[in-house]
């Protein structure tokens, strides 16, 4: 009886939850799972590509890799609590184009980005592709450097009103 896709998935995430492992030994160790159960399932011959890809490409969350004491767990943890009234009253009411990244996200975003010295949107939407702390806050959600510079010149007036209630 063949394994589901579930049941190796969750052999799969038992095997790689140890932390501090070197990649290649993890995804040699991915590879021979894989391989077992291929045999298991019957198949003869090698696996297909796409099967393999599955073994490197596992994803892994951003904030697991960062260090306990980093801002961003900070504001992660405080923007939430703020009063962000003011931020998501012009999108109440707007029924054109798609849906707005979350509010709360984009606020973190640009506190975060202050606070480490990053100015310019095309480097802040820059930094949420390639810096962990910035993915950490924004996930698979990658705002574009436009909408990054028009939440912030949207939104002066109510971002002031943030630095403020973060300070305190």
Do not use: N
């Amino acid at each position: 009886m063949p394994l589901g896709h579930t049941k190796w998935r969750d052999l799969l995430y038992i095997r790689t939850s140890c932390q501090h492992l070197d990649v290649d030994e993890v995804i040699a160790e991915k590879f021979e799972l894989y391989r077992s159960i291929w045999r298991e399932c019957g198949h003869i011959g090698p696996m297909p590509h796409t099967f393999l890809m599955r073994a490197v490409h596992e994803a892994q969350s951003p904030a697991d890799k960062l260090p306990e004491g980093e801002v961003v767990f900070f504001l992660l943890a405080t923007v939430p609590r703020l009063d962000l009234q003011r931020f998501y009253a012009p999108y109440e009411e707007e029924t054109r184009g798609a849906p707005p990244f979350d509010t709360a996200m984009m606020v973190c975003l640009l506190l975060y980005a202050s606070c480490v010295g990053v100015f310019s949107s095309r480097k802040r939407a820059l930094a949420c592709e390639r810096h962990l702390a910035f993915r950490a806050m924004v996930g698979q959600e990658r705002p574009d450097f436009r909408t990054i510079s028009d939440v912030r010149t949207q939104h002066v007036a109510a971002f002031k009103e943030v630095v403020v209630q973060v300070m305190r």
